[in-house]
């Protein structure tokens, strides 16, 4: 399978600010990655596909100005929390598609919005 | 687009007994259904999958079935230890990923 990493683990920030948080793929070159919040207790949630040199696809109800997604290379994929606000506290993962079926996921990173 | 409905919510087994836990979907083109294990606080961790060309799989402790003309899949873990106690969840893929609710499995020793 394939390995993903998220950077950063956790994250606190202050509301109004914005927050990056990386997912890479460490071992193979990902043309597509996704990202999923979830909340305590609560499934994935999709918000949006990430593909390689393209703009991202969002699911429905997700704001593409407030999720700002880049995919700038096979092996990053970054989602910026622009103006974040205490209801965007969440658990955020990542996941890349191995072989098109397959999906290996990232750590997670914890937001937490005061 | 999918449906997919997981059940039970959570579910508590004595040790060494077996655990099921059933999804059905309802988009006929998704055609490859993972399951996943996610202990709290952490990643959600493919545990097994199988495609519709499939009707069961098996590894070791752990097995899914599908029911193609029912739209229906389990997963059946035999001889449960403590260390199963998770969440789990069921996916189907057609077009997109689409997942379950979750299970919240408790093995008591």
């Known amino acids: 399978g394939a390995v993903v990493s998220q950077h950063p683990s956790r994250v606190i920030c202050k509301s109004g600010t914005s927050v990056k948080i990386e997912c890479r793929s460490l071992?193979?070159?990902?043309?597509?990655m996704f990202w999923y919040r979830q909340f305590p207790k609560q499934s994935l949630m999709l918000m949006a596909t990430?593909?390689?040199?393209?703009?991202?696809?969002?699911e429905q109800g997700v704001e593409k100005d407030k999720f700002l997604i880049n995919h700038a290379s096979l092996t990053l994929s970054t989602l910026t929390v622009t103006s974040a606000h205490p209801e965007d506290s969440s658990f955020y993962i990542c996941s890349v598609a191995w072989h098109s079926y397959e999906q290996y996921f990232g750590p997670g990173t914890r937001l937490t919005v005061t | 687009g999918e449906n997919v409905e997981q059940h039970p919510s959570t579910l508590s087994v004595q040790e060494g007994d077996s655990a099921v836990i059933k999804c059905t979907y309802s988009?006929?083109?998704?055609?490859?259904f993972p399951w996943y294990k996610q202990e709290l606080g952490k990643r959600p961790q493919l545990i097994i999958d199988i495609r519709s060309n499939v009707g069961e799989k098996k590894d070791q402790r752990i097995a899914v079935t599908l029911n193609k003309t029912a739209k229906h899949f389990s997963l059946h873990i035999t001889e449960t230890q403590p260390e199963d106690s998770a969440v789990y969840f069921c996916a189907a893929r057609g077009n997109q990923f689409y997942f379950g609710t979750g299970t919240s499995l408790t093995v008591i020793p």
């Open positions: 988009d006929s083109a998704s055609n490859y």
């Open positions: 990430s593909n390689e040199g393209s703009k991202a696809t969002y």
């Open positions: 071992d193979f070159q990902a043309t597509t």
